[in-house]
């Protein structure tokens, strides 16, 4: 695990992770060793979509940050990042399902930290939200000027 400066710029959706700055004409191919990749279709609106997910995870401010970034015909589309401060982590079962309010609180903060005061967020380039899955996991998502089928 790498600790790093993290960021998202509200100015341009530039992202800030682990040493490099991603955008919306980053390639998976362009991203360093620290990015496990994986390929799959994914159903988007209806057609088969060839996808490649790069993922890494590091440290920010004391709380673990994995960041995935996802590739539909070769253009970054979309990233997610998940922060876990330590009181959060490795918690199981109920605790885990009772602390999503507490996680989604954590994402705010942090996005707020970074100049994005409120959620979702439209800018010209895309944008960007916090997100909660059936299963409680929480994440911020951001959506670049590449994705059509989010925005």
């Not at 997910?53 to 940050?65: I, L, P, Q």
Request: with cysteine; charged share 20%.
């Amino acid at each position: 695990m790498t600790s790093a400066v993290f960021s998202i710029a509200p100015a341009d959706g530039r992202i800030t992770a682990f040493g490099i700055a991603i955008d919306a004409d980053t390639k998976a191919e362009d991203l360093p060793a620290l990015f496990s990749k994986t390929c799959q279709a994914a159903n988007i609106e209806g057609r088969p979509v060839s996808c490649v997910f790069a993922s890494a995870t590091g440290t920010v401010d004391n709380m673990t940050a994995e960041l995935t970034l996802r590739f539909e015909n070769d253009l970054l589309v979309s990233a997610f990042i998940t922060l876990t401060p330590p009181r959060l982590r490795n918690l199981s079962g109920d605790d885990f399902y009772n602390s999503a309010d507490d996680r989604q609180r954590v994402h705010a903060r942090w996005l707020r930290s970074i100049g994005i005061a409120a959620t979702p967020a439209s800018f010209p380039w895309g944008e960007v939200g916090i997100a909660r899955d059936r299963s409680e996991n929480v994440h911020i998502y951001v959506h670049t000027r590449n994705n059509t089928w989010a925005r």
